[in-house]
């Protein structure tokens, strides 16, 4: 059974640093893109960076850029999203998420496996 599990989250000023986990298990990940999502209350869910496991490859989104770094280690299975800077519009439930093509998850936001995701409260 695969499983995305997020930790990390929570409350900081703006202005700050949060470093987001994914810790992912049940199948092997090498060829898969994984991605970080985010959705505000009352606005769509949008791709905020993504990674290609196998190459490294990654992608942000426009409002992160400079600000958000997503890695990967692949000895813990595990994806990371260090976010600094933080402002109030960064707040957010923050999801984790794999596709098994990593040019669809990039350009369609379309994943085979999501996480619950984790509340990122960012205050002014």
């Known amino acids: 059974q695969v499983q995305l599990v997020e930790s990390g989250g929570g409350l900081v000023q703006a202005g700050g640093s949060l470093r987001l986990s994914c810790a992912a298990s049940?199948?092997?990940?090498?060829?898969?893109?994984m991605g970080w999502f985010r959705q505000a209350p009352g606005k769509e869910r949008d791709l905020v960076a993504a990674i290609s496991w196998s190459t490294g490859n990654t992608y942000y989104g426009r409002s992160v850029k400079g600000r958000f770094t997503i890695s990967r280690d692949n000895a813990k299975n595990t994806v990371y999203l260090q976010m600094n800077s933080l402002t109030p519009e960064d707040t957010a439930v923050y999801y984790c998420?794999?596709?098994?093509?990593?040019?669809?998850?990039?350009?369609?936001?379309?994943?085979?496996?999501w996480g619950q995701g984790t509340q990122v409260t960012v205050s002014s």
């Open positions: 049940g199948r092997t990940f090498g060829s898969y893109g």
């Open positions: 998420a794999a596709s098994s093509r990593y040019l669809d998850l990039v350009l369609r936001s379309e994943c085979d496996y």
